[in-house]
C-alpha cells in the first residue's frame, strides 16, 4: 500500500510528505494547520508559531472543492500558515478505514492548489477523544455536535506537534 501511496505521490507531483520530510521542511517558528476531513464538515485548527498548542479555528461546510478551497487559502493567508496536517481516519489495527481514502484525495487536491507542505496524520479516535474531553464540560450535546469538528482538528494537530515536538 505505501509504494502505491508513493508512486501516486511522484505522479501528481505534489507537496505531500512523509513526517520526517514534512518536519525537516518547517521553520523553527512557524503556524500549522490541522484538518479533520469529513464528507460535508471539515474541522480546522491551527497553532501558535512556537508550535506548542493546537487552537480550534472553524468548522468548514464543503459544498464543493473549489469553494472549500478559497476558503482554506484565505485562512492559510490570513494566520501565515507554514504546513497542513490532514488527518488519516485509519483502523484501529492500521489497516487503512473506508474514509482513509478520501482523506488522501483531499490532501492530494489540496497539495496541487497549495504551495505549503503537507502530510497526513493518523487520527485514530480524534472525534472520540474530543467528544470525550467535551464530556467535562458543562455544556449541551448539540453544542458539542456543533464544535466536534474543529475540535478533533485541535486534537489531530496537538497530536502531531506533541509528536515532532519530543
Not at 45 to 67: H, M, R, V, W
Not at 134 to 156: C, H, P, Q, W, Y
Amino acid at each position: 500500500m505505501l509504494i502505491i501511496q508513493e508512486i501516486n505521490v511522484i505522479r501528481h507531483n505534489i507537496n505531500m510528505l512523509d513526517i520526517e520530510d514534512f518536519k525537516k521542511k518547517l521553520e523553527k517558528k512557524s503556524r500549522l494547520l490541522g484538518i479533520d476531513p469529513g464528507r460535508k464538515r471539515i474541522g480546522v485548527a491551527i497553532c501558535d508559531e512556537n508550535k506548542s498548542i493546537a487552537t480550534p479555528y472553524t468548522t468548514l461546510i464543503k459544498d464543493n472543492f473549489s469553494e472549500f478551497l478559497i476558503k482554506i487559502k484565505k485562512i492559510i493567508s490570513d494566520n501565515d500558515i507554514k504546513g497542513l496536517i490532514v488527518g488519516n481516519p485509519i483502523n484501529l489495527d492500521g489497516s487503512p478505514s473506508q474514509s482513509s481514502q478520501s482523506a488522501k484525495d483531499l490532501a492530494i487536491n489540496l497539495s496541487k492548489n497549495i504551495s505549503i507542505p503537507i502530510t497526513l496524520w493518523d487520527e485514530r479516535l480524534s472525534s472520540e477523544g474530543s467528544f470525550r474531553l467535551m464530556g467535562g464540560l458543562d455544556v449541551n450535546s448539540s453544542k458539542k455536535r456543533e464544535t466536534l469538528d474543529k475540535n478533533a482538528a485541535t486534537f489531530i494537530l496537538q497530536g502531531f506537534i506533541d509528536y515532532i515536538n519530543k
